[in-house]
């Protein structure tokens, strides 16, 4: 269908689909669990501003630092949500900052390190009845 010359079609992500960014960030490395922390409400009525802390347990140094922690979110409308860079320099991994949760879903955080290693840990977070990201 189209509106106004303008392809329509459901604008909204899947869990395949994050799992499908999540294991094409680890670019064949194993995906591993541990190391990263996300921090955000259980319960938003904000889902459009909603605050989230993701953290990565890592030294920081020259030989063992994280080079890009990534966002996603399985049913906002792409599961892209952000990516962070860091070096040895940045001093610790960690970023707060407000995300757009389209409805009740599951975030994932993904910590690509210097070794080539991907961490990743996902959280749940619901959004109250019309307090959704979309309007």
Not at 30 to 58: C, E, F, M, N, Y
């Amino acid at each position: 269908a189209a509106l106004l010359g303008i392809p329509t079609h459901q604008a909204e992500a899947s869990p395949k689909q994050a799992k499908a960014k999540l294991k094409a960030l680890a670019k064949g490395a194993k995906l591993q669990k541990g190391r990263v922390k996300i921090t955000l409400p259980a319960l938003t009525q904000d889902g459009k501003r909603t605050r989230i802390t993701v953290a990565v347990d890592s030294p920081m140094t020259e030989t063992d630092y994280v080079k890009a922690l990534h966002i996603l979110a399985e049913r906002n409308t792409v599961p892209d949500v952000a990516t962070y860079r860091f070096g040895p320099l940045s001093g610790k991994a960690e970023i707060t900052t407000r995300i757009r949760v389209a409805k009740s879903q599951t975030i994932i955080a993904a910590a690509e390190m210097s070794d080539g290693s991907v961490y990743y840990t996902k959280a749940r977070c619901k959004v109250a009845r019309g307090a959704g990201g979309c309007g």
